[in-house]
């Protein structure tokens, strides 16, 4: 069983920062990309960042510049540092972990944790 747990979210003025963090526990194997989505409403989750084993990122557009993606291998544990917030970040964030056993990946969710931008 892996768990997830997700924390950092709340309500913040356009402008600030905030930083999400999502550590992975339990039967925990060979953890391979971590990423974070988010589901504005209304709208379908979207992909905001990656980052892998090597510690190459990517980012989507509407995040790109603003947010950093880390991750803590020994705490197994990913975080987003997320800058110059816009209402238009306001979202459920979900952290997804790839697990690698043999030749597959193993994908794990987080339970979401909300972010609200006011402007």
């Known amino acids: 069983q892996v768990q997830l747990v997700e924390s950092g979210g709340g309500l913040v003025q356009a402008g600030g920062s905030l930083r999400l963090s999502c550590a992975a526990s339990g039967s925990i194997f060979s953890i391979n990309t971590m990423e974070w989505y988010r589901q504005a409403p209304g709208k379908q989750r979207e992909l905001a960042a990656t980052?892998?084993?090597?510690?190459?990122?990517t980012y989507a557009d509407s995040v790109k510049g603003r947010f950093t993606i880390s991750r803590d291998s020994a705490k197994n544990t990913v975080y987003p540092q997320m800058n110059s917030l816009k209402p238009e970040d306001t979202a459920v964030y979900y952290c997804?972990?790839?697990?690698?056993?043999?030749?597959?990946?193993?994908?794990?969710w987080g339970q979401g944790t909300q972010v609200t931008v006011a402007s």
């Open positions: 997804k972990i790839l697990m690698r056993r043999g030749l597959l990946d193993f994908p794990y």
């Open positions: 980052i892998t084993t090597a510690g190459s990122t």
